[in-house]
């Protein structure tokens, strides 16, 4: 029993990182209709700016040009990586994405590919091929519950991964924003009709995916600090692999697929030899597809799609 | 001198005659490659057309210039060009006989010039063998994406299929391995039986490839994206799990029987049953299918049998060139397999151009001879092809030979003569 809930938490960690990536996935994939693949290294991208910010914000408070608690230095960590990452997935909206409104949407997803190695080759080039570790900045408390283990730095990721979902959930469906952003979902003809800026939201919608996936790569190095360039591969083909799964309909779809993918990954490995994680989680997915070969919340074929 | 009527001269060379001057400036490059080569002050000769030399040493690429104007670029112009005449009266014969002989000119003098050429160097040689089997691995992704349009990305998983199903056969019938054991059959037989081999390699996969089919049936697009992924990653790691392949250390030990005439076979063979099957009636209900699969219907195309014999045939042909690569490669690993690949031979296919044979060897060549030129730049090349592939993407989106027929007798056709001269040809 012990060991179940020991997972049911390591699930709801691991689960975190591929909802909060999904959730970008899940935004560019239902407003513009793109699959954008370079989203997992914009994860990557969010992780090293992230590891930037802090040594920058550590360097600051240890020459007491700023006093400040760690806890501080984590949030503004994350917030200014998630800005400054925005910035990047805004980039990447203009360069790889927007040239290609008309086009084939194989193309669209073609170039995205080609991003995202140009991301991981850039890194490589520019910071070496040497792992770099992304600094300890609070200390880890583990408590112990019933037999079960939980660290702090599990709860902050869950915690802050939940209020990162229900916070789009609320941007997406209580602002003006986010009503273009539906609008877009809904009918991509007429919404420049009604005086809505295609680009504008394009750009805003990469933005926030982006944000939310350097959320993702600060609470992923907060728990597994050694950061490489490729690590953005395995999770951003999983998260996509989530994010179509939830369906292209709703916040909710994409976040519950993310955590649904974490949950069947733990508890294969959980019973099962690990090496065949992979092997048994999508065969999971293979036959859930072939039940609902639209996805949990998705319509089939339908052109009513919501956000 | 007038450009455009000398363009207009060669533009009257035909496939026989760019052939021909292409085996000659070869055979002169063999007689007297190296002491040019040493007179130009050049190391060995250029083994790829001087461009990767001229990225590791620069100051040796007037000279590379200088012998590849004298070996190839002069008397290929020369001979196509004077040559010409001779060449079309000769492609004119041809072509009188069955389109069989005909091709079977073109494609021996092809491959006679390959062989002169590869012989030369081994690099060359293996890279023309990985470029081969690049052709038919974009070919085949090309059925699938391109011709149904579909998104797969399952195709590394039939070339996994393909390459252990042809290794496992192969070492354990035909070599003593020490998890298979003694051999079962005489190893002499193997050359011989090795076709056979590729085949039953291309039709596991080929039955693998059911696991995608069938749910394409109710699902498209998207989902069907995300099944063939998830099937290319249970592929990869079944055969990590599967101890008795080696696991994730991979296979070796696979007898050397891919050599370039093997390579160059299949890959006309290949090429020859793509283009016939896109261009007979069932490719064009694929094409229906993806345009509109309602109105495909309602024209009383059978969706489900077209989906399944195009899945089925790509599958097959991404088989056999698995498991060529396993043969040419001498060994075979789960990990070759996986995103890496699959982002390669995406780019191959929409490099290339979409719906079309020539863009599949276009994208194909393309990728692999730039992906060997820029080898020198060590890792600035995968920022330099995904920004070349980004510019295709943005000024072609469907690549850059796109929705182009390959019709065997306008390729093979003399060019003198205007064209309305084709249909006085005999026909047959």
Known sequence: ?307 | MDVRRTMRGFSQVPLLGWLVAAFISVVIEIQWGTPLAQALGLPKIPVLFGVVLALKQPHLLPGAVVYLLLVYGLPIALIARLGAGIANQAAGALLRLPLWVSAAVHLGLFYAALELWSGLSDYRDLVLRFTLIAVMVTLSLNVINGYMGEFSCSHPGFMAVGAYAASVLSVDLFTKHRVFGEALLPPALGPFLFPLVLIIAGLVAAVSALVVAIPSFRTRGDYLAIISLAFMFIIKSLIENLEIVGGARGLGGQPDWAGLSTVFLWTVACVWAINNFVRSTLGKALNAVRDNETAATAMTVDTRYTKIVGFLFAAFWAGVAGGLFAHVLRYVNPGTFGIQKLAEVLAMVYFGGLNSVYGSIVGAVGISLLGEALRPLEIFKWIIIPLLLILVMIYRPTGLVAFKEFDPKAVLRPKNGPERERDALPRG
Request: hydrophobic share 60%; aromatic share 12%; proline share 4%.
């Open chain 1, 1 to 307: 029993m012990s060991l179940f809930l020991q997972n049911l938490v390591n699930a709801l960690q691991w689960g975190s990182f591929y909802a909060l990536i999904a959730l970008g996935y899940s935004m560019v994939y239902s407003i513009l209709m793109l699959f954008n693949f370079a989203h997992g290294d914009i994860f990557m991208v969010g992780a090293y700016i992230g590891v930037g910010v802090a040594a920058v914000l550590l360097a600051a408070s240890a020459e007491g040009a700023l006093a400040l608690p760690p806890w501080a230095i984590l949030v503004l960590t994350i917030l200014l990586a998630m800005v400054l990452t925005s910035f990047v997935g805004m980039l990447v909206e203009r360069i790889g994405y927007r040239p290609l409104r008309g086009a084939p949407r194989a193309s669209a997803a073609i170039t995205g590919l080609m991003i995202g190695i140009i991301l991981e080759t850039g890194n490589l080039a520019l910071l070496g091929a040497q792992r770099i570790r992304f600094p300890s900045l609070i200390d880890t408390t583990v408590y112990e519950v019933a037999g079960v283990f939980i660290t702090n730095t599990k709860i902050i990721i869950v915690v802050v991964a939940l209020l990162l979902a229900a916070g789009m959930h609320f941007f997406v469906h209580k602002t003006k924003w986010g009503l273009a952003m539906r609008a877009m979902a809904f009918d991509y003809v007429a919404v420049p009709l009604m005086g809505v800026s295609v680009n504008g939201i394009a750009a805003l919608t990469f933005a926030l995916g982006s944000a939310l996936a350097a959320a993702a790569g600060i609470l992923y190095a907060l728990a597994y600090p050694v950061l490489d360039p490729y690590m953005g591969i395995v999770f951003g083909w999983k998260a996509f692999v989530a994010a179509i799964l939830g369906g292209r309909v709703s916040v909710m779809g994409a976040t519950l697929a993310g955590f649904l993918l974490g949950f069947i990954e733990i508890f294969v490995a959980m019973i099962f030899p690990s090496t065949l994680r992979d092997l048994i989680a999508y065969s999971i997915v293979l036959l859930i597809l072939i039940v609902r070969p639209h996805g949990f919340f998705g319509e089939p074929y339908s052109a009513r799609l919501r956000l």
